[in-house]
């Protein structure tokens, strides 16, 4: 078993500074908007507020941000589901980076994609996101390529302390989440289609109209990768395998910033009875996620091994025969 040990460290050692590299191009455009328009201003556009001129940033790239970060930290602590985390880092870096770079690629002189407004170079973010997304690729690949070793070092551990499957009650209750937010996404893009016809369902995937952020996605493009990604997320944990906790987790740290900032702008605006599909998704996307994460911190310490009888016993003692017969005299006494 040494030689996948040192493998899966070879492999943690590229997949670090990969990580890094996916959190650092979110943030410089969280950063850049914040410089750029100031903390109030940008606070508003991430909450949907009105604002003037074109972003960088929504709050979807909170989630990302959030949900990258994460995943760098999970891979540096060694936690337990730390490859789910890079999994769920990787493909949602890829479909929600992915929009912006056809932008990119269709906007003309004669057809600006985002019409007149002024902002952050359209070429500079998409470049941006298409390396972000040959990084991404590169860690996937990364990641495809020591699933084998992963398993094998999962099952050698699980054999010895029984610890790494989740438990059957946080499994069930990250699957029922999931399945819940998959219904309200699909039922989400089904009335879209219905209310504008499927030609305008159409533009708003590929993002013409998307409103007033580069980085921005449309509504039915992120329901239909949340589909995606919660129904993976659903199976994983509906069969407990071991990655199943590090992809609720990320999905949990990536949905729980972007529902708090729009349950933020409803109560701004007190809308919140006034859009209550809006405000249920958000509620459950918020409070369903951080139940489940509370779940998986309790399961992951209540898992951790207890320390042994020699390492209960001082150093000192431990190490000197005499003290410890004089310790075993004294409790027989």
Not at 109 to 128: N, R
Not at 232 to 249: C, D, H, I
Not at 293 to 317: F, G, M, N, Y
Request: aromatic share 6%.
């Amino acid at each position: 078993m040494n030689r996948p040990e040192v493998s899966i460290k070879q492999t943690r050692l590229a997949l670090g500074p990969l990580s890094v590299l996916l959190f650092v191009q979110t943030a410089f455009w969280l950063l850049y908007d914040v410089a750029d328009r100031g903390l109030p201003i940008t606070w508003s556009a991430w909450t949907d507020g009105p604002v003037s001129g074109l972003s960088a940033t929504t709050a979807l790239d909170l989630g990302l941000a959030a949900l990258q970060l994460g995943a760098v930290c999970g891979l540096l602590l060694r936690v337990p589901g730390a490859g789910g985390l890079l999994v769920t880092a990787c493909a949602a870096t890829v479909v929600f980076r992915a929009p912006v770079v056809w932008y990119m690629l269709l906007d003309s002189g004669s057809d600006p994609w985002f019409g007149g407004l002024e902002g952050p170079s359209l070429t500079a973010v998409g470049v941006s996101c298409a390396l972000a997304i040959l990084v991404a690729v590169a860690q996937g690949g990364l990641l495809f390529r020591v699933r084998g070793l992963e398993r094998e070092a999962a099952a050698e551990e699980e054999s010895r302390s029984g610890g790494i499957r989740p438990v059957k009650v946080t499994a069930s209750a990250s699957c029922a989440l999931l399945a819940v937010l998959n219904v309200f996404y699909i039922c989400r893009n089904v009335l879209t289609a219905v209310r504008v016809g499927p030609h305008a369902l159409a533009d708003l995937l590929v993002g013409r109209g998307v409103g007033q952020a580069v980085l921005g996605v449309s509504s039915p493009w992120q329901w239909a990768c949340l589909t995606v990604l919660c129904g993976v997320g659903m199976v994983l944990a509906a069969r407990r395998r071991p990655s199943a906790t590090g992809f609720s987790v990320g999905l949990a740290l990536f949905m729980m910033p972007i529902a708090f900032t729009k349950l933020w702008g409803l109560a701004r605006t007190a809308s919140l009875l006034a859009s209550p599909l809006n405000t249920v998704q958000s509620i459950l996307e918020l409070a369903g996620s951080a139940a489940v994460v509370a779940l998986i911190v309790v399961d992951v310490r209540r898992d951790r091994p207890a320390p042994t009888a020699l390492e209960r016993i001082p150093p000192s003692t431990a190490a000197d025969p005499e003290a410890q017969r004089a310790d075993v005299a004294t409790s027989d006494a």
